[in-house]
């Protein structure tokens, strides 16, 4: 009969990495090795991703503060500009939310900076 040295541990550490495999295809899910190594490339993938979605995001604030701006005839390095040299605290996801949600009152925000 064979040697089962940490049967318990080990065991465990598999029923582990399987959990996290749950929902994968094939081999993916049921074999060790394959599940380990799936495991690993989705947390990098995870890792990544997660990183990337703040730069999606951003990209996309800039574009609707743009947008905003281009109608109201001044471009988007100027107004910022204008609000840094008025030292307006807000961040381009609020301004962004303005632009969409409340137009009137970003506005009267560009009016403001303008004048400065």
């Not at 951003?58 to 100027?78: D, G, P, Q, T, V």
Request: charged share 35%; with cysteine; glycine share 6%.
């Amino acid at each position: 009969m064979s040697r089962a040295k940490y049967g318990p541990a080990s065991r465990a550490r598999r029923k582990r990495v399987s959990k996290m495999a749950k929902g994968q295809r094939a081999g993916r899910s049921k074999l060790h090795r394959i599940t380990v190594e799936s495991v690993k490339k989705a947390l990098m993938y995870g890792t990544r991703d997660r990183r990337a979605k703040k730069g999606t995001f951003r990209r996309l604030w800039i574009l609707r503060i743009s947008n905003a701006c281009k109608e109201l005839n001044i471009s988007y390095s100027k107004f910022m500009k204008g609000l840094k040299d008025a030292k307006i605290g807000l961040n381009r996801k609020i301004l962004a939310d303005m632009a969409v949600n409340d137009s009137q009152a970003f506005k009267k925000l560009v009016e403001s900076v303008g004048k400065k």
